[in-house]
């Protein structure tokens, strides 16, 4: 198993944490949001009770998986503003996949998802040594698909009528980043970062 080295991961602007108990409303209200499900899952809306949120948001807290680690993003006066998820972490073979959302919708724009995808990168290089990293991003997701791209992910499929969204299918590409890719761009952090 991989550990966390770090539990807080400071950006330029944002600071990264594990999820908070204390954070749960903001949390639920993201997870019953009908334009953020749209854009980061593939599964259609289904409201859910606050009952069974907090049954799988204590899950995730007190009992999480070996295999992905989640984190909350914060902004420079310490609001929480989104989430991160590193999943489907394969030790052995040095891959996993990342996903992240800002779910206040006034932070977007702004420059704070690119900040915390830095500081997710770096940690995924830096310290978990990661060898691949992916993202997925459904054909409607714009920023995804710029941010992605601005930090040197490489785009390697297309996966053709993956969702079924507002009366059509959309596609869903598939991106990756190597290690070796982010050393050429001169971004691996040092021992000391
Ligand atoms: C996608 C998301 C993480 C981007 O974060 P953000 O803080 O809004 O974006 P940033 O301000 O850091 O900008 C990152 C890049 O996206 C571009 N961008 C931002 N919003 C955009 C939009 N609505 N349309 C097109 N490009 C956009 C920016 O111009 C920037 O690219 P550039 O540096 O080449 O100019 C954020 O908008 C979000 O969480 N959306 C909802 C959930 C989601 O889609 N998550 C991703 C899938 S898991």
Redesign the pocket.
Known sequence: MISTIKTELQGERVLLTPLQIENIYTHFAWNNDPE?NM??SELPFVEESFGDFKRRFEGLLFHPSMNSQDFEIHDEEGKLI?VVEISDISDHNRHCSV?????DRA?????????AMQVILDYCFGVLKMHRLTAE?FEY????K??VE?MGFHEEGTIRDFVFREGRYWDKHLYALLDTDYSSMGRMPGPTD
């Open positions: 953020l854009l980061d989104g996903s992240l959302t800002i779910g932070y977007w724009g702004k420059g704070y998802g690119r900040d991003a997701n714009d920023a995804w710029r941010l601005g």
